[in-house]
């Protein structure tokens, strides 16, 4: 069965960076379009960024531009998100998503395969 599990949360302070890593299991990642959301406490589940499964095109949210890297080691089945400049407002717990298509959209819904989560907290 399809698996993913997030790493790298943790607390930093503001301006610090983290990177997130999602290992896949039961699946190959060259097929999926891969995507990262996230979940503030009291707020919706929001989309962060996405990567496509073929052409490896790339999408971010309007507030994570320039600051966030997508990015896929289709070899080790791995998709990381490079968080930096970190903000408090980026605190929220971070999930990997799969879709069982090549192309990447924003929407949570289209994702067919959820990670638990890791918890980002950006200290001011």
């Known amino acids: 069965q399809v698996q993913l599990v997030e790493s790298g949360g943790g607390l930093v302070q503001a301006g610090g960076a983290l990177r997130l890593s999602c290992a896949a299991s039961g699946l190959t990642l060259s097929t999926y379009a891969m995507g990262w959301f996230r979940q503030a406490p009291g707020k919706e589940r929001e989309f962060v960024a996405a990567?496509?499964?073929?052409?490896?095109?790339?999408y971010y949210t309007d507030s994570v531009e320039g600051r966030f890297t997508i990015s896929r080691d289709n070899a080790k089945n791995t998709v990381y998100l490079q968080m930096n400049s970190l903000i408090p407002e980026d605190t929220a717990v971070y999930y990997c998503?799969?879709?069982?298509?090549?192309?990447?959209?924003?929407?949570?819904?289209?994702?067919?395969?959820w990670g638990q989560g890791t918890q980002v907290t950006v200290s001011s």
């Open positions: 998503a799969a879709r069982s298509s090549v192309r990447a959209t924003s929407s949570s819904l289209t994702y067919n395969y």
């Open positions: 990567k496509s499964g073929n052409s490896g095109s790339t």
